[in-house]
């Protein structure tokens, strides 16, 4: 099951989930960029985002409008979809309306091999964009998981000529019995400090799976972000 977390009060771009992309609503877009992988499912904090979901045919769960985070809304979602406990629930982020096919059916390949709590992406980044903060950067062990996410830039190149960056992904799959593990965990003092929920998981001595992909897609978080998508992805 894809569940796609729908905030309709962003901080940074109000009502960004609704902007316009090439016709769609882009948290409509975004649903039907996966729509053929899975079922999928749009959590909303609006009854707005409901009705527009079943208006596009999508199914759509009202979820409280205090959640402090994405995993918190699914979570509630796949509640209340009274989905099994070994079911692999697959976070896509409505703010990705260009995520490749391939990408999310990676990720899903991963998940039924791992008994990670979560697995998650990552792709090779250049050098002219490591050090931006909204990129968040993650470095991985031989097996593919990852040790740490941080906005700075990791590994510190203390020499010079490292270029093996990798730039995370935010796109996150449980079995729904590890995402009620997750929502369930203290909050994490390295979560606090970065603004990166994942960091929840690795503090608590969880593992996360990590899938090497391809990817041209990027979250939108700003307006932009929103023109340079469209410019781009045209």
Do not use: W
């Not at 990676?106 to 990670?116: P, Q």
Request: include cysteine; charged fraction near 25%; aromatic fraction near 8%.
């Amino acid at each position: 099951m894809i569940i796609i977390p729908a905030r309709l009060a962003s901080t940074r771009f109000p009502g960004k989930i609704l902007a316009d992309i090439h016709g769609l609503p882009m948290v409509i877009a975004t649903a039907k960029r996966v729509q053929n992988l899975d079922d999928v499912a749009i959590a909303a904090d609006t009854e707005e985002v409901v009705k527009l979901a079943s208006d596009y045919g999508f199914k759509a769960i009202l979820t409280s409008q205090d959640h402090q985070s994405g995993t918190d809304r699914i979570n509630e979602a796949a509640s209340k979809l009274n989905l099994s406990e070994n079911e692999i629930i697959v976070n896509v982020q409505a703010d990705e309306p260009f995520i490749e096919e391939a990408v999310v059916k990676s990720v899903i390949e991963r998940a039924k091999r791992t008994d990670a709590m979560i697995t998650s992406a990552c792709k090779k980044i250049d050098l002219l964009h490591v050090k931006d903060p909204n990129l968040v950067k993650v470095i991985l062990d031989t097996n593919k998981n990852a040790i740490y996410f941080s906005r700075s830039v990791i590994p510190y190149d203390r020499e010079g000529g490292f270029e093996d960056y990798f730039g995370h992904i935010g796109l996150y799959a449980f079995r729904k019995k590890a995402l009620e593990t997750f929502c369930a965990l203290p909050y994490a003092p390295l979560e606090h400090i970065e603004k990166l929920e994942q960091l929840r998981a690795l503090y608590h001595g969880y593992t996360i799976a990590m899938v090497e992909v391809e990817s041209q897609s990027f979250g939108i978080d700003t307006k932009e972000d929103l023109e340079r998508a469209l410019h781009f992805f045209k």
